[in-house]
């Protein structure tokens, strides 16, 4: 029912920046964290960044300095600035969303992902 897009991968040189956006629609009252998840080749998902409403964004401490999240609210885009690339941000990276629909039932929905390579 809540169905979220990302958008903005693609191959970037070592040192280069992608942004990456996630867009989120249907019946959403609102959305209380929006968060950025990747899963490299062989490894398991994990948490790059997260911004809840009302509160601070968090990020892994691999990415603490380079990435930024941004944006959030209810029908309005995620952003992930991805700052000094490293081969090893190599993943695909989802969106992932939790709130509330608009009969006031929650959901935690993930995006089909978006591909991000660092060529090296």
């Known amino acids: 029912q809540v169905h979220l897009v990302e958008s903005g991968g693609g191959l970037v040189q070592p040192g280069g920046s992608l942004r990456l956006s996630c867009e989120a629609s249907?019946?959403?009252?609102?959305?209380?964290?929006m968060g950025w998840y990747r899963q490299a080749p062989g490894k398991e998902r994990e948490l790059v960044a997260r911004i809840t409403t009302p509160g601070d964004p968090d990020y892994a401490d691999s990415v603490k300095g380079r990435f930024t999240i941004s944006g959030g609210h209810t029908k309005n885009p995620v952003y992930l600035l991805m700052n000094s690339l490293k081969p090893e941000d190599t993943a695909v990276y989802y969106c992932?969303?939790?709130?509330?629909?608009?009969?006031?039932?929650?959901?935690?929905?993930w995006g089909q992902g978006t591909q991000v390579t660092v060529f090296s």
């Open positions: 249907g019946s959403i009252f609102s959305i209380n964290e």
């Open positions: 992932k969303g939790v709130g509330v629909y608009t009969d006031f039932k929650s959901f935690n929905s």
